[in-house]
Nanobody, 125 residues
Framework: QVQLVESGGGLVQAGGSLRLSCAAS????????MGWFRQAPGKEREFVAG????????YYADSVKGRFTIYRDNAKNTVYLQMNSLKPEDTAVYYC??????????????????WGQGTQVTVSS
């Protein structure tokens, strides 16, 4: 059974940085694309970033381009989201996600079937 466990959330001032981690288990991690999503209070969950299984391609929401970086360590079965220059509007619960099928891309359009429990990120102004 696929399990995704996020960590690294917290409270940070605007302009600060956080790094989120997502440890995966239950299947061959390196065979699958991975993604990060977020959901702010009263809003729908939205795609933040995705990374292909070989790290060859990354995808970002326009709102985080140039500030966030997604990367993975297949030897550690872990995907990361480095978040810099954080803004109050980045406040949300952040979720790690993975598709059940093998894709060569990691765009928001592929079906993400497995989800972590989420980690809260709060950015104060």
């Amino acid at each position: 059974q696929v399990q995704l466990v996020e960590s690294g959330g917290g409270l940070v001032q605007a302009g600060g940085s956080l790094r989120l981690s997502c440890a995966a288990s239950g299947r061959t991690f390196s065979s699958y694309a991975m993604g990060w999503f977020r959901q702010a209070p009263g809003k729908e969950r939205e795609f933040v970033a995705g990374i292909s299984r070989t790290s060859g391609t990354t995808y970002y929401a326009d709102s985080v381009k140039g500030r966030f970086t997604i990367y993975r360590d297949n030897a550690k079965n872990t995907v990361y989201l480095q978040m810099n220059s954080l803004k109050p509007e980045d406040t949300a619960v952040y979720y790690c996600a993975a598709p059940s099928m093998i894709y060569t891309i990691a765009t928001p359009g592929i079906p993400y079937n497995y989800w972590g429990q989420g980690t809260q990120v709060t950015v104060s102004s």
